[in-house]
């Protein structure tokens, strides 16, 4: 069962979700109409947000096994929070300048790659080992109704509003998320001091488990093969599906609302798909409906009504698939790591499976124009395959529930378990 504690977090998360699809839409279109940014302004930006995991998810990882965790999320929350407000300020100031919304870019994602170190090893303070698969389910759930929601009200406050007072709204819902998180009692152990290293010791013993657990490396690489693949083939897709395909940004908007409900119902059903099929076996399910959903992007053709319904049910199937896997695969993380570690083990996970988006986008758009815009998709494609492949022969096909992920030992004296 899942406690009123864990619902005031959930229910900080909800807001906090739609805010940051507000910003999600509003901090792009800040630079693009507000600005005038140029192509390569718009890469910057976009790059500026991800850079952050590839640059401080080690540190942060090991930094939040070192502190309490609530208080990392609450100060990272209203930091968040005062970075965004700066925008609205500097906008209506008639200030803000293209260099701004970078920065702040970078210093949030920097701010959050901090909160996602602590949020996720928080989790498990909150709910017992048996109810991980659904409090991550719910939190999932509310992401994935985000997503639905969110970017139309951006839509509305960008237009009632203009694009920089819109992110005012994401500096409030952090606000919120703050004051939820702050609301919530447990009972966190405090950081072990005694058996204290150097910060670089104990990124190695992230590092050090991730390499040598069959489930945890098994999840890493799942999530590297696959954002490395779908990044290089997001990079170009919506150039596709408007050059090649003829959509407007109506029936792309559409489309792309198929995939937020079917984001809602994969989360929704994500408990009773693990209880009937298991945990890996679940994993290994959203793998091969993202890698059918590219698969129809592919053979997508015919006048843009067609098209628009081969788009949409690639939205849709990568929907579901990508909420169930991101629940099976948060669930074996909290499962199989001690909360003494789940820091530094996130952190290098992150490193691996999220560091190399900038990498994959500007690889994906040099394919684009290099080798063509469908055999990119192909490129895409062939990488997710070989990620389903990769889950099909790992250890996990045979995960059923969170009581066969065996704990790993926490290291005693500062050394790993060989």
């Known amino acids: 069962m899942l406690d009123a504690e864990f619902r005031k977090l959930w229910l900080g998360q909800a807001i906090s979700a739609i805010g940051s699809q507000v910003t999600l839409v509003a901090l792009p279109l800040t630079a693009a109409l507000t600005l005038g ?62 260099e701004h919304v970078v920065v702040a870019a970078f210093v949030a994602g920097s701010l959050t790659v901090l909160f996602q170190a602590a949020y996720r090893p928080f989790i498990p303070t909150l709910v017992s080992r048996d109810a991980l698969v659904d409090a991550n389910a719910r939190l999932a759930l509310t992401e994935s109704a985000a997503r639905v929601t969110g970017p139309g009200l951006a839509g509305a406050l960008v237009q009632i509003f203009t694009a920089p007072m819109a992110i005012l709204a994401d500096a409030l819902s952090f ?26 010791r104990e990124i190695g013993d992230g590092v050090a488990v991730v390499a040598r657990d069959p489930f945890i490396r098994t999840v890493t690489v799942i999530g590297l093969i696959f954002n490395v693949a779908i990044t290089t083939g997001e990079a170009i897709a919506i150039l596709y599906v408007v050059s090649v395909l003829g959509l407007n940004g109506a029936l792309i908007g559409a489309a792309l ?44 053709s015919g006048p ?6 081969y788009v949409a049910g690639r939205n849709a199937f990568a929907g579901f698939g990508a909420a169930l896997f991101n629940v099976t695969s948060s669930s074996v993380y909290q499962a199989a790591v001690p909360l003494r570690l789940q820091g530094r083990v996130g952190g290098a996970g992150q490193v691996l499976s999220l560091g190399l988006i900038p990498i994959a986008a500007v690889t994906g758009g040099w394919l684009g124009e290099h080798v063509g815009l469908w055999n990119t998709l192909a490129v895409s494609l062939a990488g997710q395959l070989l990620g389903l492949v990769y889950v099909m022969s790992s250890p996990l096909r045979k995960i059923r529930t969170t009581a066969d992920l065996t704990p790993i030992a926490a290291p005693q004296s500062g050394e790993l378990p060989a």
Request: aromatic residues 8%; charged residues 15%.
């Open 37 to 98: 940014a140029t192509a390569q302004q718009m890469g910057f930006l976009t790059a500026a947000g991800w850079l952050p995991y590839l640059f401080f998810s080690l540190h942060f990882g090991a930094w939040s096994d070192r502190l309490r965790r609530k208080p990392i999320l609450i100060a990272t929350d209203l930091c968040r929070a005062l970075v965004l407000v700066t925008i609205p300020i500097a906008a209506f100031a008639g200030a803000l300048r293209i």
């Open 175 to 200: 606000v919120v998320s703050a004051l939820a998180v702050a609301a919530v009692r447990v009972n966190e152990a405090p950081p072990d001091r005694v058996q204290r290293r150097s910060i670089w």
């Open 257 to 300: 609302t198929v995939g937020g409900v079917a984001a809602v119902a994969g989360a929704a059903l994500a408990r009773r798909v693990t209880d009937r099929f298991g945990i890996g076996p679940s994993m290994a399910g959203g793998i091969l409906l993202i890698a059918i959903a590219w698969s129809l992007l592919l053979v997508a």
């Open 304 to 309: 843009p009504l067609v098209a628009t319904a």
